[in-house]
């Protein structure tokens, strides 16, 4: 919960919940999650009463959206370190260190301590972004309410094709006027083009923006000691789409990774890949620090390369310095939130 936060896409977090259900980045195989391994390495330490050392206990917190809500308005506030949230609301990120939809939450709670907050007269003055990597129980739940309120984006996290197909498809079912992504941490291509809901309705529209269904694309690298590389097409593949369908494009972090050479070209414009064996890739590739990533996904370092792969060449730093320009731009596309139809 924080009145102010350092991630660049909202002014304040909230969590009504603490503890999740897991997803492909905190399961049996998996620990990466920040969530986790914040709350099982701290906060159930400094506060056992509301956080558990086992990260698969979801609690509900009584009382914690009304706080945000009582937070005071920040139309027509300078936000320096965020300049591009000047003239928003305040923009509530709910649920950054677990999922708020998370089975033993129940619809009872959501409906009165979540809903009631959003809907409150206080409430009303802010713009709550509901990220959740259950879009599918979000939408039944936003049928009960009869659709959620204009101040509201309903949101879920991509990581590759896969959950793109699945989860953004589920998430075009959510009645409401605004859908976001978070595309992070980014770990394969994905392609928002081809998804559709079962009516048929595509993510982005080619042709006629006011057709598009997803109205804001996040995007970033992972960060942590476990964290891997982002392939940098990948991050390029959904600026490309964003900017050919008209949908506000930010680029919140490479993460542990960056490019080395991104500005390297060819002659007609493309992105350079390195040979592992050319004098170039022998030169950049740094052993301790570096590692080359195929159109996969897969890495490679300096010992197990085979000699005539190409990929992009990666360099790891803390995710401070791999910084959030893409191709020396700083993307920070944000939604209108206000004063769009539905
Ligand atoms: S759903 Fe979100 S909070 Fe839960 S384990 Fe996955 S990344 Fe962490």
């Not at 991630?7 to 905190?26: K, P, Y």
């Not at 590759?160 to 998430?171: H, M, N, P, T």
């Not at 959904?238 to 080395?260: H, I, M, N």
């Amino acid at each position: 919960m924080g009145k102010d936060t350092k991630i660049e896409w909202c002014d304040s977090t909230v969590n009504g919940t603490s503890g999740c259900d897991g997803c492909e980045l905190w399961n049996a195989q998996a620990r990466t999650c920040y969530a986790g391994q914040l709350q099982t390495n701290r906060l159930s330490k400094s506060l056992p009463r509301l956080y558990s050392s086992d990260f698969s206990q979801v609690q509900m917190i009584p009382g914690r959206y009304a706080q945000a809500a009582s937070w005071s308005d920040l139309r027509g506030t300078e936000r320096p370190e965020k300049p591009w949230l000047n003239g928003k609301p305040r923009t509530i990120f709910v649920g950054d260190l677990g999922d708020t939809f998370s089975r033993a939450v129940t619809d009872e709670f959501l409906t009165r301590e979540l809903l009631g907050a959003i809907t409150s007269k206080q409430g009303k003055r802010h713009f709550w972004m509901l990220l959740t990597k259950r879009p599918k129980r979000l939408a039944e739940l936003a049928k009960k309410w009869g659709g959620l309120p204009d101040n509201v984006m309903a949101m879920t996290t991509v990581t590759d094709q896969q959950s793109a197909d699945k989860r953004v498809a589920e998430l075009l079912q959510v009645p409401c006027h605004w859908r976001g992504l978070s595309c992070e941490p980014l770990l394969g291509p994905v392609e928002l083009r081809t998804v559709n809901d079962a009516r048929g309705n595509h993510a982005l529209s080619l042709k006629n923006p006011s057709a598009n269904k997803i109205h804001w694309v996040i995007c970033g690298g992972e960060s942590g000691k476990d964290a891997r590389p982002m392939h940098p097409d990948w991050a390029r593949s959904l600026r490309d789409q964003c900017k050919t369908a008209k949908v506000p494009f930010l680029f919140k972090q490479w993460g542990e990774w960056s490019e080395v050479d991104p500005e390297a070209r060819t002659e007609d414009g493309q992105h350079v890949s390195i040979i592992a064996d050319s004098q170039k890739g022998k030169s950049l590739f740094r052993p301790l620090t570096d590692c080359l990533v195929s159109a996969d996904g897969r890495t490679w370092s300096r010992e197990s390369l085979p000699s005539d792969l190409s990929g992009r060449l990666m360099r790891r730093a803390h995710k401070a310095i791999s910084g959030r320009l893409l191709d020396g731009i700083e993307h920070n596309g944000y939604p209108l939130t206000e004063g769009r139809d539905a």
